[in-house]
Structures are given as C-alpha cells and as structure tokens.
C-alpha cells in the first residue's frame, strides 16, 4: 500500500474518531434510553404525541391527495419547453410526503430530548448533538430520487450530474476533505491578505507583522492583534473590503499582527505558556523596541483574547515575575469564552471518550492533524458545510463557487499535543479559568484582579463561542468593563465592515443577571459594532503623531507561517 493510500486511510480513521464516532453518539442515546425506562408515564405520553403527530400526517397527506388529479402523480414537462423541471416534479405529492413526515418524526425527537429531565446535562447536550446530526443526515433532500432539484436536474441533463458529481467525489475522497469552495481562485498574499506590511520579527512560534500607514499621522499608541492559534490570522486580513486590520490603519492606528506558526511534530511539547512568552510577551517587547511606546492596545479573536485575558490576570498577580516591556493598557475580547461552562457544541468534541480517542490516534505524530479541526468545525453546522455540498456537488455536479470565507474556514492548522490537552482538560473540561485554579508559571489565574479596561464583543447566531456564555464570563471581571453583542455568527459577525452596514448591534450599559435579561433591555443600534470600538478606543489611544514608517524587516507580510512554511532551524530572528 503506497504512502498516500496509508495516509488517506489514517486520515479517515481520524475523522471518525474525532467527528462521526458511532460509539460515542451510542453511548448518549443509551443514557436517554436509560433515563426513559424509569419514566413510563413520559414513555406513554410519548407515544401518544407520536400517534397524534402521525394520524395528523396522514389526514394532511389523504386531504392534498384527493385534491390532486390521478396524472399529478407523475412528474409533468413544461408545455412550452417539453422539460421536465424541479418545479414539476415538486408537485408530486410522494415527495412532498416524504419531507413533511421527515419533519414531523424530527420535531418529536427533538421535543422528546428538550422535555427529558433527571439526566446528565452534559450526556443530555450531547445527546441532542448527535441527534440533530442523525436528523441532518436523514433529510429527504440528501437522497436523489426524493430532493426536486436533483431528479429535475437528472432530467434535464439526462443524468449527467451524477457523472460530473461522481468526478468531484472522487476529487474530494482522494485529498481526504469535502470541496466548499472553488480553492483556485484565491491565494493568500495575492487577493487575500493583502494589506501592506513587513514582518519585522520571527521565531520559533510568531511572525509579527507591522502594517504601512496609511494617514498622514497615527495615534500614539499601537494595536496588537491576537488572532486564534486554531485558524490563521487573515480573517482579520480578508481583502480592502473586509479587512479589520486595513480599517484599523485607516482610522490612524499603527497595526501589528501575530501570525503562528502551523506546527509540526517538532512542536509537540510547546503549550499555552510558550504561546505567552514567545507568542505575546515576544510580540509587546518588540512593539516596544520599534515604537518606544509603553503601552499597547490589544486585540484578541477567539482563544487569542483567552490567551490575553489569562496573561492579564498572571501579571496583575503581585507574583508575577514574567513582564513584557509595553504593558497592555486595553484590551478587545472578540467572541472570546472565559467561562467554559456553557461552552455549546465545541464542548463535545473535548470531551474525555474524544480526546482520548484522538490521542490514541495521534500520539506518533505530536500534532493534531489541522484536517481534524476543520472537520469538526463542519459537523458543527454539519447541513451547511457538510450535506449542503454532498447534494450541490455529489448530486447536482456542480463545482462550488469562491468563497473568501470558506477558503480561510478550510485552510486549517494543526494543534500540538500540549496545546491540544490544555485547551481539552484545563479549560473545557474542568473550567479552570473560572474557578481560578489555572495556572501560568506557577501563578493562579484570577480574572476578578485585572484593572485594565475590556471591551467584549460578542456575537448572536455564533455556535463556537455561544453569547450567552461570554456574557457569563464578563461577570468574571471587576469593573471597567464594555459588552456588546453584534449580530450573525463566529466569523461573518466579526468582520462586518462600516461601508457594507449589514448587521446590527446592542448595547447595554446595565449589567444584569442573565444574558436574556441583558438582551431585552439593550439599544438595538445599526451599523457595524466596528465603529462602535473605535469611539471606545479613541480616548486611550494617546496623542497623534507622524506617522511610522517600517524600518528594518525580514520579509514583506503576510510572511512564511500563514503559508505552512515552517523554519528549519528553531530560533529567534529580528530585522536586519
């Protein structure tokens, strides 16, 4: 067996542990199964609420029968055209069956799983996770003789869809990852980040990137954005059009960027306090050096505004002895979770029956594979990342369009076994960033001591870092504190620039005792919550002064790391 043959089956092994793991879902099933036997009048109610639910159904279906004639059976051609259409063959009353008792069998087993009670909140969660795979899965659209668009479509190109969808499964198969995007029209540093910059440091872990002024003059005091070591950092980079980091320097502010290292086996042992200290630590002594600043703005999406928080509450503690030479005098929270409490459906995947599979698998390598990540982050939101494309592409033929987003979503990076354990256990597992119990170099986190002003933006519809639990981890904080909630997901709400005023935001300067309770009484403002930051900043960004120029750098951004080149000899690097 060749190389790559062994990889791709490895690969596939993986996937199962890591996303479609039978016997994990089994296990959820058999809990509610267990909590049920002990509930028979639940059983029977249940029952009954099925046969109300079917009999319902089935009047519906003899009732939109007997209006059709015996020939709406059968799928008809447009009169003009002689075609058969998606449109024609909706009209067939089998299909339309098939759908509305798919959706009437799934709305009872969800109602059975959000009415259990004496259950296991987490084996409950999980439960309902794997459900609502099974349910996503089971949909009549992702089987071709009962999905319109499919069977009108192997009507009209005479089955050559599935020939053509046959190709791009085989594709897909062979680089062992569902195709979300057409990957060849984009190309990072060409129509993806490309904000003019230099990289100015490097070592084992970091790039760091200063970008070029695009003002006459600059606020006196930079920002450091920290993107999540789990993605690469040019979400915030898009293009001009959706580029946190281009705004940012068009208000006057002089940007710096973290870009991590895509690590390999050699970085098996590397973990959340190397990321500190030669990953944000590094970053603010070399911001010092260039700008002769003291104090820095930070920014941190995701797990980066975890990292920056963490290393707030380290060195407000009178123990620390780990100090950078810029201090960070604000701090950006962006869809970042403190309280992993309620941490949504990313919990489950840190779970102790996956992390222990997913190490078992990977314990040769060091690193987990990036593929794994991705894949997961597709299960998350599984019909419209996974089935969404098994029918466009597998079934219609169809190649799928570009897609800025989807490109970044799907160029993945591996995660070190130390990071992979951290992030598992200490956080999501056993919350220890809450409780207070986490440490970084021998010093107990506790958030209650940071005295630096926070703005906390968070994001509705986001199903990475649910609102409502940021919400509950702002509460971790003393005072000085700014929450704001802006609208869509994870990414889209993140970078929802002023020009295309798409989504809204709330604000609410009352802190409440549920996130709810937040949400009721907050100002709905339109617009993007971009702005919103910026009044907030302006006061604490210091003077206006010439603007910067780059001195010495290494390379021109976006640099080496965001492209997977890694360095061969591990070390620090400055600008010559």
């Given at each position: ?33 267990q909590a049920l036997a002990n509930q028979p009048e ?335 982050f597709s299960a998350l939101k599984a019909k419209d ?43 999501y597992r056993d919350n220890l960033l809450k409780t ?141």
């Amino acid at each position: 067996m060749s190389d790559e043959r062994n990889d791709r089956f490895n690969y596939i092994d993986l996937f199962q542990c890591a996303v479609l793991n039978p016997q994990i879902a089994f296990s959820s099933f058999l809990k509610v199964g267990q909590a049920l036997a002990n509930q028979p009048e639940k059983i029977e109610k249940m029952q009954k609420d099925f046969f109300d639910r079917m009999l319902t159904l089935q009047k519906t279906f003899v009732t939109e029968l007997c209006k059709q004639n015996d020939n709406c059976i059968e799928a008809k051609a447009d009169s003009a055209t002689g075609v058969f259409s998606a449109e024609n063959v909706s009209d067939n009353p089998m299909i339309r069956f098939s759908h509305q008792y798919y959706k009437t069998v799934s709305d009872w087993l969800m109602n059975i799983l959000d009415h259990m009670e004496d259950m296991d909140p987490q084996q409950l969660h999980s439960a309902k996770f794997f459900m609502k795979q099974y349910i996503d899965m089971m949909s009549p659209d992702n089987f071709p003789f009962l999905n319109p668009a499919v069977l009108g479509e192997m009507i009209k190109s005479n089955g050559e869809n599935f020939k053509k969808g046959w190709e791009l499964f085989i594709e897909d198969f062979q680089k062992g990852a569902i195709t979300t995007n057409d990957s060849t029209y984009y190309s990072v540093g060409d129509n993806l980040a490309t904000t003019p910059g230099k990289v100015i440091y490097q070592n084992d872990i970091i790039e760091l990137i200063q970008y070029e002024a695009t003002t006459p003059k600059v606020f006196a005091k930079p920002i450091l954005f920290v993107p999540p070591w789990i993605n690469k950092f040019y979400i915030l980079d898009l293009h001009p059009e959706k580029s946190l980091v281009k705004w940012a320097v068009d208000q006057g502010f002089t940007v710096f960027m973290i870009s991590w290292v895509n690590p390999d086996k050699r970085y098996s042992k590397i973990g959340f306090e190397d990321y500190i200290r030669d990953g944000l630590v590094a970053a603010l002594d070399i911001i010092h050096d260039v700008t002769k600043m003291n104090s820095v703005h930070a920014l941190g999406y995701c797990v980066g505004g975890t990292l920056i928080s963490s290393f707030l509450a380290y060195i407000s503690n009178p123990k620390a002895t780990l100090k950078p030479k810029a201090k960070i005098e604000s701090a950006t929270l962006l869809a970042t979770l403190l309280d992993f409490s309620r941490a949504g459906d990313m919990a489950i995947f840190m779970a102790d029956a996956y992390m222990e599979c997913i190490k078992a698998q990977l314990k040769a390598e060091g690193i987990m594979d990036g593929r794994i990540m991705y894949n997961t982050f597709s299960a998350l939101k599984a019909k419209d990342m996974v089935w969404r494309y098994l029918i466009n592409s597998y079934m219609l033929g169809k190649k799928p369009a570009p897609h800025d987003v989807l490109y970044w979503n799907a160029d993945s990076t591996n995660l070190t076994n130390a990071m992979q354990t951290f992030l598992a256990q200490d956080l999501y597992r056993d919350n220890l960033l809450k409780t207070g119990k986490l440490e970084i170099f021998g010093v107990p986190m506790q958030l209650n001591l940071i005295k630096t002003p926070i703005y906390m933006i968070s994001l509705l519809k986001d199903h990475l870092v649910p609102w409502e639990a940021t919400y509950d981890g702002m509460k971790l904080f003393a005072t000085n504190i700014r929450f704001v909630l802006g609208g869509s997901g994870h990414v889209v709400g993140a970078i929802n620039p002023p020009s295309r005023n798409k989504y809204s935001y709330w604000v609410n300067d009352k802190v409440q005792e549920t996130a709810l309770e937040w949400l009721n009484t907050a100002i709905e403002k339109t617009g993007s919550w971009w702005q919103d930051w910026f009044e907030w900043l302006k006061p604490m960004a210091g003077a206006m002064i010439k603007a910067r120029e780059i001195g010495k750098s290494i390379r021109n951004a976006p640099g080496e790391y965001v492209l997977n080149r890694r360095p061969q000899h591990l070390g620090d690097e400055r600008a010559q």
